[in-house]
C-alpha cells in the first residue's frame, strides 16, 4: 500500500515531467519551423530573382550566368547550380559545369515545378530550393539554390541549453517545494488523525486546534463539532443512566422493604399483610410503567415504528380520554374539549395515542382542585394543531427549556407523589418529532400551562395510500 506522501510527490513528478518535456521541445520546435518557413520565403524570392534575370537573356552561357549572379551578390549560398532545358550543367559553383546533372530537384523543376526542401541537423540548417527557367512561355532550363547555415542552428541550439538548464533548476525547486507542502500537509492531517484516535478512546473533552482557513480546517471544525455532539450524547447517557437506575431502584427498594417486613414478621394481621401487598402491587406497577415509557423511548430512539398511515386525530383524543376520565374525577378536575372533524396526519395511531395521553395526564395531575384542562383540536390547509391548557401550578420560565429532557421534574418531590417518571414529555417530543411536527410550551393565564403540538397536514396523495 503506497502512502499518500509517495502518491503526491510521484504525481508531482510525473506532472513535473511532462511540463519539463513540453517545455525542452515546444520552444525547439516553434523555433525551427520558424526558421524554416523564413529560409523558404528567403530562398524562394531569391530563386524567383535569378530566374527572371536569366530568362531575360538571350542565350544561357556559363560566362551569362557568372555575370548575372555576380550583379545579384549569390555568394552567400554554399552551391548555385544553372541547367539547360535537357539537365547539362551550364553553371556550378561546386565545379561542375559541363555534366548532367544528378540533382533530383533540378530534374523535378525541368518539368515546369518549384521544389524546396530544408532540413535541420544537429549543427546547421541544410535548405535548398530548385525553380524552372522559362522565356516566351517556353521553359529553358533549371536554377538551384542550396544554403547551409550554422550560425541560426547554433542561436537556437544554444537557446535549447540555456532552457534545459533552467528546466533543471525549476524542476528540482518545485520537487523540493512539493514535498515541503507534501509534508506540512501531513503533518497537518496526522495531527487529526491523532485526535480522532484521542477521541476513539474515550476522550470525548479533546478538542482539536485547528490553524489556516481551507479544507483541512473545515474538517477539523467538523470533527470538533461530532465530538462535542459525541460528548454531549456520552453525558446524557451516563445521567439517563444513572436516572434510570435510580428510578428503578427506588421501588425496587420499597418491594424489598415491605417484603422484609412480611416475611420477618410472624404476628403480622391479616389487615396489614393486605396492606403490604397492595403497596408491593403499586410499587411494581410502577415498576411496569417505568420500564414501559423506556421501551416506548429505546423504540423512538431506534426509530422502530409501524408506517405511517392517515390516522383521525380527533378519534385518537376521544380514545385517549376514556381511560383518563376516572382520573380527572378523582382530582376534581373537568375536562373540556373543542375538537374539529377532518384533522387528519400522516402517524403510527400508538404513537399519537402516547403523546394525547401523556399530554392530558400531566396537565390533570399537576392542576388544582376544582380545576380544569382544555382540549382543542383545530386545522387549517397546511397544519393540525393540538392544544392541551391547563389550570395548574405551571411550569417556570427557567425550567422550560429542560421539560423535554428525561427523568427532568420541574417539583421532584410532587412529580414522584403523583407517580411521575419524568419520561412522559420525553416521549411526547419525540413522538412528535419522529413524524415530522413540533411542540412548543408556555404559560397560560391566569395560571397554568399551555402545550401546543403541529402536525403537517398530508397531502391528497399521502391520504390516498
Known amino acids: 500500500m503506497h502512502s499518500i506522501r509517495s502518491q503526491f510527490i510521484s504525481f508531482i513528478t510525473a506532472l513535473l515531467l511532462v511540463l519539463l518535456l513540453l517545455l525542452n521541445t515546444y520552444p525547439l520546435i516553434s523555433s525551427r519551423d520558424a526558421v524554416f518557413e523564413e529560409k523558404r520565403s528567403s530562398m524562394t524570392g531569391q530563386a524567383a530573382t535569378v530566374s527572371s534575370t536569366l530568362s531575360s537573356l538571350e542565350r544561357l552561357s556559363p560566362e551569362n550566368i557568372a555575370e548575372v549572379l555576380r550583379y545579384l551578390d549569390v555568394s552567400a549560398y554554399s552551391r548555385v547550380v544553372v541547367t539547360d532545358l535537357g539537365g547539362k550543367v551550364l553553371y556550378d559553383t561546386a565545379g561542375a559545369a559541363g555534366e548532367p546533372t544528378e540533382l533530383e530537384d533540378l530534374l523535378t523543376s525541368l518539368e515546369g515545378k518549384t521544389v524546396f526542401r530544408s532540413s535541420f541537423s544537429e549543427d546547421a540548417f541544410n535548405s535548398s530550393v530548385a525553380m524552372p527557367l522559362s522565356a516566351n512561355g517556353a521553359l529553358t532550363g533549371a536554377v538551384y539554390l542550396s544554403e547551409h547555415d550554422a550560425e541560426r542552428a547554433e542561436i537556437i541550439l544554444g537557446f535549447q541549453h540555456r532552457i534545459r538548464a533552467a528546466s533543471l533548476g525549476i524542476g528540482a ?14 503533518q497537518r492531517i496526522q495531527a487529526l488523525v491523532r485526535s480522532m484516535h484521542v477521541v476513539a478512546d474515550g476522550d470525548y473533552s479533546y478538542r482539536h486546534k485547528n490553524r489556516g482557513r481551507d479544507e483541512i480546517t473545515e474538517l477539523g471544525e467538523e470533527f ?4 462535542e455532539r459525541l460528548q454531549t450524547t456520552e453525558e446524557q447517557r451516563r445521567r439517563f443512566v444513572s436516572d434510570a437506575s435510580h428510578e428503578l431502584k427506588t421501588p425496587l427498594a420499597s418491594i424489598r422493604l415491605l417484603a422484609d417486613s412480611i416475611v420477618h414478621n410472624d404476628n403480622i394481621d ?10 408491593i402491587g403499586n410499587e411494581a406497577m410502577r415498576l411496569q410503567r417505568t420500564t414501559e415509557k423506556l421501551l416506548d423511548l429505546s423504540r423512538l430512539d431506534d426509530k422502530v415504528s409501524a408506517p405511517a398511515e392517515p390516522v383521525d386525530l380527533k378519534k385518537v383524543v376521544l380514545d385517549s380520554l376514556t381511560p383518563l376520565r376516572p382520573l380527572a374525577q378523582e382530582k376534581g378536575v373537568a375536562l ?5 372533524d377532518g384533522c387528519v396526519v400522516l402517524a403510527t395511531e400508538d404513537d399519537l395515542f402516547h403523546v394525547v395521553f401523556n399530554l392530558v395526564e400531566n396537565a390533570v395531575k399537576y392542576n388544582v382542585p376544582q380545576g380544569s384542562v382544555g382540549i382543542r383540536l383545530q386545522g387549517d390547509e397546511r397544519n393540525v394543531s393540538l392544544t392541551v391548557s391547563d389550570t395548574g401550578i405551571g411550569i417556570p420560565e427557567e425550567d422550560r ?15 414522584r407523589e403523583a407517580g411521575g417518571s419524568g419520561l412522559g414529555l420525553s416521549i ?7 413524524h415530522g411536527g413540533s411542540i412548543t ?6 395560571q397554568g400551562s399551555v402545550f401546543c403540538v403541529t402536525f403537517p397536514r398530508p397531502t391528497t396523495e399521502e391520504t390516498a395510500t
Open 173 to 186: 525547486l518545485a520537487l523540493v517545494l512539493a514535498f515541503l507542502f507534501v509534508f506540512f500537509l501531513l
Open 224 to 227: 470538533n463539532q461530532l465530538t
Open 270 to 279: 391479616a389487615g396489614t399483610m393486605r396492606e403490604f401487598v397492595t403497596d
Open 336 to 340: 373540556e374539549t373543542e375538537l374539529e
Open 401 to 415: 427549556q429542560n421539560i423535554f429532557s428525561r427523568f427532568y421534574r420541574v417539583d421532584k418531590a410532587r412529580s
Open 428 to 434: 411526547v417530543h419525540d413522538a412528535v418529532l419522529a
Open 441 to 446: 410550551v408556555g404559560q397560560n393565564h391566569p
